[in-house]
Structures are given as C-alpha cells and as structure tokens.
C-alpha cells in the first residue's frame, strides 16, 4: 500500500513570495489534515478535510493561508504571501473514516520543510 | 478544547534499558483513543502503539507498552531494550470521537539511546 505523498520535500523562498505544497493520500483514506510542524514543537493542525468538506480550520491564518482538497482526494495548501514565522514543517495526513464514526490513526507523509528568508 | 501534556522534553536511556516517556491529557469525554507515534530524524512521523479509552487492557506491541489510567487521564510509553532504533521524537496524541474526529498532539519528548 502506497504512503502519504507529498511534495516538495523542501523549499525555500524569501518573504511575501508565494508558495503551494501539495498531499495525496491514501488511497480510500476520506479524512486528510494538514499540520504545520515549528522546530522542536508538535504537529499544529490547520485544517481537516472530510472529503472534499472543511470540518476544521479554526487555527488556520486564512488571510494568508488557504487549502483545498476539490475532489475529495488530493489536496494543496498555499501560502500568500509568506512570512518569516512561516518557517516550519508541513505535514499532510490522512486516516479512514467508517460509518461507525470510528477512525483509525493518521497515516503521515514525509512533510515539506518551508524555509522563509 | 482537549490538551496534550508532555513534562519531559528530554529523556535519555543506556541501550537495552527500559525507559518511560509520561502523557497527561484533559478531557471531558469519556470515550476517546490514545495514540504514541515516534518520529525519526527523517521526520516522518510513524505510530508505535494505540489505546481505546473503553478497553481497560493496557495495549502492548512487541518491545512498546503503555499504561493507561483513564481516571487519572495519563497515558505513559514504556519502552523496554532499548535499542538504538529508538532514538526519536516521541508525540502523545489524543483523537476526540466527537465530531471531527480531531487530533491533538502534546510537545514531544526527545529520547536518546546511549550506547
């Protein structure tokens, strides 16, 4: 079974420059988050899709960030413009959802390393 | 919102030793799952071991165990001959059964295996 796939592994870019980073998940998997990662502290959700639905983007800075997951499969996140604090990991996850309500653990791909000059 | 406590940011540990990283959680909901994952220094993040709140049976896989205290809502990793391998950022993460199904992650403990 294929992995979270993401790309790019890594970039960098100078301040209020735009930058896209893009998930695949597993195949199956309804449910796909994104997370951003700051140097030695845990994984900050930003947003959570359910298909191609938004259930949670309350910590997401939506004056700059914004993401989509359109076809309830695949998903992009873009920053625009970046800043300095923008600096940090960004991972993508995604876990099975069953009628029940249950789900399973989240399955991580590798992350983008983001760094902003 | 619940919350996800690590108090130790690091933690060593002598190859083939037996360790324990401590997780406390806050929660008002009385069913729930509990999750360790271990992320290398390649940084892909990869779970070791998870707990149902309703299962009062502490899970185990191979070398990594957890003792759950639902009452006292902690959720510590044991790991038992330690290996090299091991060296790792440990996350305890709790996954609310309510709606959205949210994960929330506590600050992680850094472990060193010494040789």
């Known amino acids: 079974e294929a992995g979270v796939a993401q790309s790019p592994r890594y970039k960098i870019i100078e301040k209020r420059q735009s930058v896209a980073f893009w998930c695949n998940p597993i195949?199956?998997?309804?449910?796909l988050y994104w997370y951003q990662q700051i140097l030695g502290q845990g994984p900050k959700l930003l947003i959570q899709?359910?298909?191609?639905?938004?259930?949670?983007d309350s910590q997401l800075p939506k004056d700059r960030f914004s993401a989509e997951r359109l076809k309830g499969v695949d998903s992009t996140l873009k920053i625009q413009p970046a800043k300095l604090e923008d600096s940090a990991v960004y991972l993508c996850a995604s876990s099975l959802y069953n009628l029940a309500g249950r789900t399973g653990e989240q399955f991580f791909g590798p992350g983008t390393r983001l760094t902003v000059l | 919102a619940q919350t996800v406590t690590q108090s130790q940011p690091e933690m060593s540990v002598q190859e083939a030793e037996t360790v324990t990283l401590s997780c406390t959680y806050d929660?008002?909901?009385?069913?729930?799952?509990l999750f360790w994952y271990k992320q290398p220094p390649s940084r892909q993040m990869i779970l070791v071991i998870r707990q149902e709140a309703y299962k009062q049976q502490n899970a185990t896989e191979n070398r990594f165990s957890v003792n759950f205290q639902k009452a006292a809502k902690s959720f510590s990793l044991k790991i038992s001959d330690s290996q090299l391998g091991d060296a790792a950022m440990y996350f305890c993460a709790y996954r609310s059964l309510n709606t959205g199904n949210q994960f929330y992650f506590g600050t992680g403990t850094s472990l060193t295996v010494i040789p």
């Open positions: 899709f359910q298909n191609n639905g938004v259930v949670d």
């Open positions: 195949s199956g998997h309804a449910t």
């Open positions: 929660t008002s909901e009385s069913d729930y799952y």
